[in-house]
């Protein structure tokens, strides 16, 4: 196999993501490598949880930094020193600035829970819930400085219920979170996914057949 690409992941939070990408990525046959794991939370549950698998980590406390250039500054020194090729955002609470987005072009990815473009930004499942939807999902895309935009690799959907809650439908979707990561990841390092503008393209395409996904289902 090629040798396989270096990939940071960043994190602010629980890291229930991260360690979905940590999980797939111990498979001999798996694509890429985690090179450590960056929080902008010193507190941050995930970052105990990645040192108990192993893995490098740093926290760049964004409140100690003078500003948003000097916390990106840092972040991509420390990137650069683990020699990142792919940065994988999992629950990474910063806005980033244009710039750092434009360093990272094309090589780096963010999961959201929603199908995007609906319910971009926060409380995605409440929104969703209210809106009446029936199909909500969760989005694997790379990103672009406009938040929760850019070509979209992968999409999971997941059903909302009568009796959802935004805590019901959101351990539901993450479930779907936890497969679709690895999986899109997978497939973007393997070279399976050409970018071509702002849509992801799959040149090999084999994907159902392009059948429909209906909610609920046909018998
Ligand atoms: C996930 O729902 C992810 O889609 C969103 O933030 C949440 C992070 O959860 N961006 P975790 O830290 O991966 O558990």
Not at 143 to 170: F, K, M, N, W, Y
Request: overall charge neutral; some cysteine; glycine content about 8%.
């Amino acid at each position: 196999m090629a040798s396989k690409k270096r990939v940071g992941i960043l994190i602010s939070g629980r890291g229930s993501n991260m360690m979905s990408l940590i999980a797939a990525a111990r498979a001999a046959d798996y694509p890429a490598e985690i090179a450590c794991v960056v929080s902008n939370r010193p507190e941050a549950e995930g970052l105990f949880k990645a040192a108990g698998a192993g893995l490098p980590t740093r926290s760049i406390d964004h409140k100690l930094s003078a500003d948003r250039e000097a916390f990106e500054a840092e972040l991509d020194a420390t990137l650069r020193s683990f020699g990142v090729d792919l940065v994988a955002c999992a629950g990474f609470m910063r806005l980033m600035t244009a710039g750092f987005v434009e360093r990272w072009r094309d090589r780096m990815l963010n999961i959201h829970p929603s199908l995007l473009p609906a319910f971009k930004g926060l409380d995605t499942h409440a929104r969703a819930i209210a809106a009446g939807v029936k199909l909500t999902g969760c989005t694997v895309h790379i990103v672009r400085s406009e938040v929760d935009s850019g070509p979209i690799l992968a999409q999971a959907a997941v059903p909302v219920l009568d009796g959802d809650t935004p805590e019901s439908l959101g351990a539901r979707v993450l479930d779907a979170e936890h497969r679709l990561y690895p999986h899109a990841l997978s497939l973007f390092v393997s070279g399976a996914i050409r970018i071509a503008g702002e849509r992801a393209l799959y040149p090999q395409a084999r994907i159902n057949q392009g059948k429909p996904l209906f909610w609920p289902p046909i018998e």
